[in-house]
């Protein structure tokens, strides 16, 4: 299933796939006690400050200190948590062999949120192999090589180079590209000009690495959605694998609401489950839906090879 494919590649890049920006659900009047025992004994583990909302919408508009699951604490805080909140689902961490990849650092390097999004896009609705063989001609016209000395390497289609060969190009030479040349590579009107939209919003200083790092979630979500090419689960996708943030649960990724519904003994259909449904579910997980739902998206392949 492609959500299934994408959603394995995107420890790697973040793939887009347009939606309509989905809120965080309706503001309850009070979060439940059980919310606020479970983000402070999380919290507690990881020796994380935590300010708690006097209100919340089913747990989804709990703000958290902006920490990464790329520290240990914070991931064995969160593993932690979860087999004790969810002892289901801790049954599914302990047979899951895989280490969960949004722990995984990025290269600081050259994986800066610019290039991240620009991915994304190149990936939007596109099997991972045709995606990727699209951002290597881009790469190979636009980009830049890390070593010079490979260049006569460029006209040759068994030459070897890859991806990480190439400095990606700024915002500023994206901007001055020229639709019709970018489609030359295999892109479409629209993703070239999408490219152009996210590389002006990182040249004018709207977007920046520093900005979107101090960002809560629910302000890199609305800036992202603003975007023209960019819809919610793109900006999901971003803060769990990009920004690693640990409480994002992805309401429009079809593999997980499947799963929650498989995980919960809820029935799944067109129009269930809905959002705030899917919100109430996870609120056990919190202050860790990030890493549940990590664990979903390998409960759907258990599924899947069942079947």
């Known amino acids: 299933m492609t959500t299934r494919r994408s959603a394995r590649l995107l420890a790697k890049v973040a793939i887009v796939s347009p939606t309509k920006s989905d809120t965080s659900g309706k503001v309850a009047k009070k ?9 402070s004994r999380a919290a507690s583990a990881a020796e994380i400050p935590v300010r708690l909302p006097e ?16 520290d240990p604490k914070v ?3 969160a593993i932690e948590h979860l087999k004790t909140a969810d002892p289901k689902l ?5 047979r899951t062999t895989e280490a969960c990849s949004i722990a995984l650092p990025r290269n600081r390097d ?8 620009c991915q994304s896009i190149i990936f939007q609705q ?22 010079p000395s490979m260049e006569s390497q460029l006209e040759d289609s068994n030459s070897g180079l890859k991806q990480d060969d190439f400095i990606f190009p700024t915002p500023q030479e994206i901007i001055c590209l020229d639709v019709d040349e970018m489609k030359a590579v295999g892109l479409g009107q629209r993703k070239a000009e999408y490219l152009k939209a996210v ?18 979630d629910d302000e890199v979500s609305r800036s992202l959605v603003a975007i023209r090419g960019i ?24 593999a997980v609401r499947k799963a929650m519904c498989q995980h919960f003994g809820k029935p799944f259909g067109k129009k269930t489950p809905t959002h705030d449904e899917l919100v109430e579910m996870s609120r056990a997980w919190v202050p860790y839906r990030s890493v549940a739902t990590w664990y979903m998206w390998r409960l759907t392949d258990t599924i899947t090879q069942k079947s």
């Open 75 to 77: 991931m064995d805080a």
């Open 231 to 254: 819809g919610q689960w793109t900006a999901d996708m971003f803060l769990i694998f990009h920004l690693k943030r640990p409480n994002v649960l992805p309401t429009l990724d079809l």
């Open 126 to 147: 596109l099997a991972g192999s045709a995606a990727s063989a699209i951002l290597l001609r881009f790469l190979k016209r636009y980009g830049k090589l890390k070593v």
């Open 90 to 94: 801790g049954k599914v961490i302990e």
């Open 199 to 216: 590389a002006e919003k990182f040249d004018d200083g709207t977007l920046s690495d520093e900005k979107l790092a101090i960002m809560t």
């Open 110 to 117: 050259s994986d800066s949120s610019f290039i991240s999004l």
């Open 55 to 70: 209100t919340a919408s089913a747990a989804s508009q709990i703000e958290l200190p902006l920490i990464s699951l790329t």
């Open 31 to 39: 979060a439940k006690p059980s919310v606020k025992k479970a983000v």
